[in-house]
């Protein structure tokens, strides 16, 4: 595999290689949905600091739940190739039954996304510390995947 320098070539790599939601039923140790423990698995961090990460940013940025949701929506089930964004892309008739099922999902996780992020309201602190928290959450995947740019076997 060629080592991709460009700035396209690397998020093209970073979404390619993105983590897998790994949810408790699936054998994760998921506390809502996997997300955390998906990045723990596939950056090889400790899923905790992950979540702990999520929480001081909520209560410091205020953004770190509308930065969760939009993770969930990116990143697909472990075992599937289809993120909830993705499903909404789609339409209904070109999915299997378990993508209807990530596609009702992101349609909720959109909702509660554009309800808690402030993005969609008329300036004020709520929508600048939802795009501080986004763009701690972007900063944060890029700098992990610099550190782990291929993920470890079986994901």
């Known amino acids: 595999m060629t080592t991709q320098t460009s700035f396209?070539?690397?998020?093209?790599?970073?979404?390619?290689t993105r983590?897998?939601?790994i949810p408790s039923e699936q054998g994760g140790n998921a506390k809502i949905a996997g997300v955390c423990e998906g990045i723990g698995v596939r950056y090889q961090i400790d899923p905790t600091l992950v979540r702990v990460l999520f929480v001081v940013?909520?209560?410091?940025?205020?953004?770190?739940?509308?930065?969760?949701?939009?993770?969930w929506l990116a990143m697909p089930r472990y075992g599937m190739s289809t993120a909830p964004a993705q499903a909404v892309a789609r339409r209904k008739e070109e999915l299997t039954p378990p993508e209807r099922k990530e596609r009702s999902t992101g349609?909720?996780?959109?909702?509660?996304?554009?309800?808690?992020?402030?993005?969609?309201?008329?300036?004020?602190?709520?929508?600048?510390?939802?795009?501080?928290?986004?763009?701690?959450?972007?900063?944060a995947w890029w700098a992990l995947h610099l550190?782990?740019?291929?993920?470890?076997a079986g994901l």
């Open 19 to 21: 983590p897998p939601r």
């Open 8 to 16: 396209t070539g690397t998020v093209r790599q970073m979404w390619d």
């Open 147 to 152: 550190r782990t740019p291929q993920p470890p």
């Open 57 to 71: 940013s909520l209560f410091t940025l205020g953004g770190g739940l509308p930065a969760y949701l939009l993770a």
């Open 107 to 139: 349609w909720w996780l959109i909702i509660f996304f554009i309800l808690t992020s402030g993005l969609f309201t008329s300036g004020g602190t709520l929508a600048s510390t939802g795009i501080l928290a986004i763009m701690a959450l972007l900063a």
